[in-house]
Nanobody, 126 residues
Framework: QVQLVESGGGLVQAGGSLGLSCAAS????????MGWFRQVPGKEREFVAA????????SYANSVKGRFTISRDNAENTVHLQMNSLKPEDTAVYYC???????????????????WGQGTQVTVSS
């Protein structure tokens, strides 16, 4: 079982930066693909970024490419999302997610992820 706890959300002006962190429990973190997703009320949860076991492979949604960076620290069981040049349309609840250990595909679809955090609100004002 993997438990995920996000932190770092908040309110920021357009053009600003914010960093999210996700702390994972369990000894299998280093063999879990990790992802970030976001959701606004009335819309489906959408992919933001994902990272492979070692951190050597990353994937980003086109809407955040060049502005967001995903990284992980397997020694600390944490994954981070650095968000720069934020836009009002980035406003959402951001969720950290983990695939079951042993699955190597850096998936972009929420259904591939088995464990989810509680979410953290990010609000970007114009």
């Amino acid at each position: 079982q993997v438990q995920l706890v996000e932190s770092g959300g908040g309110l920021v002006q357009a053009g600003g930066s914010l960093g999210l962190s996700c702390a994972a429990s369990g000894r299998t973190f280093s063999s879990s693909v990790m992802g970030w997703f976001r959701q606004v009320p009335g819309k489906e949860r959408e992919f933001v970024a994902a990272i492979s076991w070692s951190g050597g492979i990353t994937s980003y949604a086109n809407s955040v490419k060049g502005r967001f960076t995903i990284s992980r620290d397997n020694a600390e069981n944490t994954v981070h999302l650095q968000m720069n040049s934020l836009k009002p349309e980035d406003t959402a609840v951001y969720y950290c997610a983990a695939r079951s250990p042993g699955h190597s595909m850096v998936a972009v679809t929420p259904t591939y992820y088995d464990y989810w955090g509680q979410g953290t609100q990010v609000t970007v004002s114009s």
